[in-house]
């Protein structure tokens, strides 16, 4: 086909985070909606959107050779696909990217994908367009209802950032934060129930930023939606993430306590241990004050699971300083945590800071930080042994008759048993490895 025709089928492929996922799915929806249904597994797409992000290096490279690699698989199977770049890179790089890349059809930033299906009418007209605006909330609003769902889903009630940490694009891609509705998010989480949800993930790239208005029009924070969502009968479980230290607030720390669907995990990103390092990523916290935050979170709910996002090589980190990191790595005992090296980003002030490190030492701190952050995985792991809990079915496993699920601590739990995607089963954790656990089965909770 010509891209001048009207796709017939689409795939949307989805890189960076949650909100990236949340957001590739709402742009499937929205395609079929307008009658383009999903490729075919192993087939090639009418219409290919690449969901871009932005956050570390090579992202802009990366969009040009996956560009390049499906006009050539497209010619392959005899098509000319039609190819929207979305997400951060589009935001970020939109402009550029029309100019270099004459495959690429659309160019449509995170705020204004609810446009989507005007430009693949524009497109199939051979107009190529690009819309990068960032209108408050009009997205959500503008966009089919929800269908069916896996049993654990996104739900985004938070956009943006207004952190400006020195070494991050999100502020500029994502722009300034807002807060969706308290009753329009309601809605969407029983419908997502409905079309088959069990767990309903909050995302927001600063999440317990979240503040609306409940029913009778009270000013409430995050823990304020979580306790409205928790009288859904269906759901059965809550989490949220990301948080940021700067906007945590005793209600939501209470509410761990509090509130039974509401999973013991906290996704808290501390970046680094070293407080003049942190000061230097404008992160407004200290590691004292980020180790006092996660007291109360544990005074709470003491079987809270913790995880973080590490930066090393952060422009001036001494040695020193890096050891710091593992210092409070050490002193908080991670269920689970991300670490990177620090890429310097186009735009943002670390890119232009005296003191970059050598690619050599960050590979090191890496290795070192990582090393410690493992074997706190494993021995979070280990000290699960014996443990009985609920495990959410989520996908099949490798091997064949293997199922896997999530524990409340967010573990990957796999079973030999013949189970089902969506079965909420009560189990005993009987084996850790370093990144999953063995569950035996004690009893189906419900199918
Ligand atoms: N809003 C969240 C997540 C932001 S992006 C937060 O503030 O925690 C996810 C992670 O990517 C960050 O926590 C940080 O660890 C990492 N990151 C962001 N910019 C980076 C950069 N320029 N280089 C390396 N890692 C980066
Ligand atoms: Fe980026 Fe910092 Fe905002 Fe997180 S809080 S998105 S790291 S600027
Ligand atoms: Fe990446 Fe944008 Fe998310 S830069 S991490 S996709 S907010």
Redesign the pocket.
């Known amino acids: 086909m010509k891209p001048t025709d009207t796709p017939k089928t689409y795939r949307v492929k989805s890189f960076g985070c949650q909100m990236n996922v949340y957001d590739g799915e709402r742009m499937g929806e929205l395609l079929e909606a307008k009658g383009i249904t999903l490729a075919p597994e192993g087939e090639e797409a009418d219409l290919v959107v690449l969901n871009t992000c932005h956050i570390r290096e090579k992202a802009t490279e990366k969009v040009y050779s996956d560009v390049g690699r499906i006009v050539k698989a497209g010619r392959k199977a005899g098509k000319d696909p039609m190819i929207a770049i979305a997400g951060c890179v589009a935001q970020a790089e939109g402009e550029e990217i029309m100019k270099r890349a004459p495959a690429v059809g659309m160019v449509v930033g995170p705020q204004a994908y609810h446009r989507l299906g005007d430009m693949v009418t524009k497109a199939a007209a051979g107009e190529r367009s690009t819309d990068t605006d960032m209108p408050e909330d009009a997205k959500f609003a503008a966009l089919p209802a929800r269908r069916k769902v896996a049993p654990s889903a996104f739900l985004t009630v938070q956009e943006g950032?207004?952190?400006?940490?020195t070494?991050?694009?999100?502020?500029y891609t994502?722009g300034a934060e807002i807060s969706r509705p308290f009753s329009a998010l309601v809605d969407e989480a029983k419908r997502l129930v409905e079309a088959g949800a069990k767990e309903i993930t909050l995302l927001g790239?600063?999440v317990n930023a979240w503040s609306g208005s409940d029913y009778a029009g009270h000013a409430v924070g995050l823990e304020g939606l979580i306790g409205e969502l928790a009288k859904v009968p269906e759901l059965q479980r809550l989490r949220y993430t990301?948080s940021?230290p700067a906007d945590m607030h005793e209600g939501l720390i209470a509410a761990h306590g509090e509130v039974d669907k509401l999973m013991p995990y906290l996704h808290l990103?501390v970046?680094s241990g070293s407080d003049r390092v942190l000061k230097a990523?404008?992160?407004s916290h200290t590691a004292e004050s980020y180790l006092k935050l996660l007291d109360r979170f544990r005074a709470a709910r003491p079987d809270i699971a913790l995880s973080g996002?590490f930066i090393v090589g952060f422009p001036g980190e001494t040695d020193a300083e890096f050891e710091e990191t593992l210092q409070i790595v050490d002193a908080v005992g991670y269920a689970q945590a991300y670490s990177f090296k620090y890429s310097p980003r186009p735009g943002t002030p670390a890119a232009s800071m005296d003191g970059q490190i050598a690619m050599e030492v960050m590979d090191e701190r890496l290795q070192r930080l990582q090393a410690h952050l493992n074997r706190d995985q494993q021995a979070f792991n280990e000290a699960s042994l014996g443990k009985t809990c609920d495990v959410l079915i989520e996908r099949k496993g490798r091997k064949p008759g293997q199922w896997l699920g999530k524990s409340p601590w967010l573990q990957s739990v796999f079973f030999e048993n013949e189970l089902a995607i969506g079965d909420m089963v009560r189990a005993e954790l009987v084996q850790a490895g370093p990144s999953s656990l063995q569950g035996r089965l004690l009893e189906s909770v419900s199918a």
């Open positions: 950032c207004d952190k400006f940490c070494y991050c694009v999100v502020p994502r790239q600063n990301t940021h990103p970046q990523m404008n992160r996002d």
